[in-house]
């Protein structure tokens, strides 16, 4: 099936949640689900449900809906799901750990290959059966075992540093958990993870409901 370009990250960032009902609904042994179904169930309009699709092929069929399996299967190929890519976490403290030990990380395709930190005391420490390494070994371990992807759990100060120990080594992508927008080739991908912004977020919702009771 091919692809229409030129997506919109706003479509792309719907994906995941589609995947998540569609994988629900899998477990739940529904075979089929109309745009209008799976409207009610994931919060998203019908007609947004057909738009977003539409933009990587004809899943459905008028008064026929969705194969549930199928569309699943689809959006996981979308989204990459299909491939593995090989891991390492830099920063050991409680988000590193976390992430560590998050078991759907492995489910996505994410292979957990090494983690690695800067504190003597955490160097040799075993999380999901995987040593904590000194940061001097990343450059060398990166380039050894053609690692994919890095993932950056340091603080603000040392964000790009180590951004740039994962570029020497030729790392393809960077899931960045640092409060920092690092600078990276245009060629490398990369997803910033803002926690603050997500905060702040949170907390102009909870107003802006605050203020409506107020009203």
Known sequence: MEKKRSISMAVVKRLPKYHRYLSELLNNDVDRISSKELSEKIGFTASQIRQDLNCF???????????????????????????????????????????????RFTDIGFDLWGIFDANPKLVGIKIRDIEIKDIDELEGFIKKNNIDVGVICVPRANAQKVCDILLKGNIKGIWNFAPVDLIVPED??????????????????????DQEKNK
């Open 57 to 103: 092929g004809d899943f459905g069929q008028q008064g026929y809906g969705y194969n549930v399996r199928d569309l699943y299967n689809e959006i996981s190929n979308i989204l990459g799901l299909s491939k593995e890519y090989r891991t390492v976490i830099v920063g050991a403290g409680n988000i590193g750990q976390a992430i560590a030990n998050y078991t």
């Open 188 to 209: 490398i991908t990369i997803e910033n993870v803002h926690l603050s912004e997500s905060l702040m977020t949170l907390a102009y919702l909870l107003n802006e409901k």
